[in-house]
């Protein structure tokens, strides 16, 4: 077996599992909202009320998108939060003393370098792209629309997780882990927070929040071996998926949300002074 077809093979199972995965899910809900649906021959109960809105379906998919994302960005300031940001923050800085010994252990595990193989496939945009992307599919084209809504809330929560964390990445401008001969490992990219934590943490929470727990346990699994497998790689730290997982739970909150945002912020422009205004009520 050659290196390359090694390499083509965890691609494409990491990626299937993802996808697989996701859409399962999707399935899983498409399967409730048949059972929900009622007997055209038995008098005709009130119906359920949708969860998508009414202007959602009249709208294109991108002008859909972008107004959601927009929303979305105006749910991240409310108290749950700062919550998660204060846990988060100080369970990074918990476990920043032990960054490079973590590093160093899986690093030098190389049994478990097959089983950590497919962990940044799993975890990159195409695999989780696709996936968002084919669960909307499938949702419009069955005319469900809680599957279509899933699908969207997971697109919208991929794109705003990789704004939010390239955002923090050039504020925070952490190298990533050297190499083993004390090289840098990329001298154009930054570690602080892990992007394919935030993105898998930020899927699974959106699954969560339209699923319930029990069907979003696989995915919580799948995105804390997504997280090890980016240490395992020497692409971050501990403290950096740990801040980045945090990241992706805020951000599919963020977008699952549909309360009035008691918090909301805009911006405020003076003589000598540019900054943003969050009004509390």
Known sequence: ?????????????????????????????GAQADQQKPDETAPQ??????????????????????????????????????????????????????????????????KWDQFFAPGKYIGGTPAMVGASVATYVVGRARGQDRVRHLGMDLLEAQALTEGVVEV???????????????????????????????????????????????????TYLVASYVALSRMHDNRHYLSDVVMGAATGVIIGRSVTWHGRNNYPIAPAVGPDYLGLAITWH
């Not at 290196?3 to 996808?19: D, E």
């Not at 998919?61 to 749910?75: I, M």
């Open 1 to 29: 077996m050659t290196p390359n077809w090694r390499r083509s093979s965890r691609i494409l199972t990491g990626r299937v599992l993802m996808i697989a995965m996701i859409v399962a899910g999707a399935a899983q809900l």
């Open 45 to 110: 109960a009130a119906e359920p009320q949708d969860a998508t809105p009414a202007a959602e379906k009249t709208r294109t998919f991108v002008s859909t998108f972008f107004h959601n994302l927009g929303e979305d960005a105006k749910h991240i300031p409310r108290p749950n939060t700062v919550y998660w940001l204060v846990g988060g923050a100080s369970a990074s800085l918990a476990v920043h003393p032990f960054d490079h010994k973590v590093n160093r252990h899986l690093l030098g595990s190389t």
């Open 168 to 218: 923090v990445k050039v504020i925070a401008r952490r190298p990533r882990p050297p190499n083993a001969d004390g090289t840098p490992n990329s001298a154009h990219s930054f570690s602080f927070p892990s992007g394919h934590a935030a993105v898998t943490f930020a899927s699974a929470t959106v699954l969560q929040q339209h699923l319930g727990w029990r069907a979003a346990v696989p």
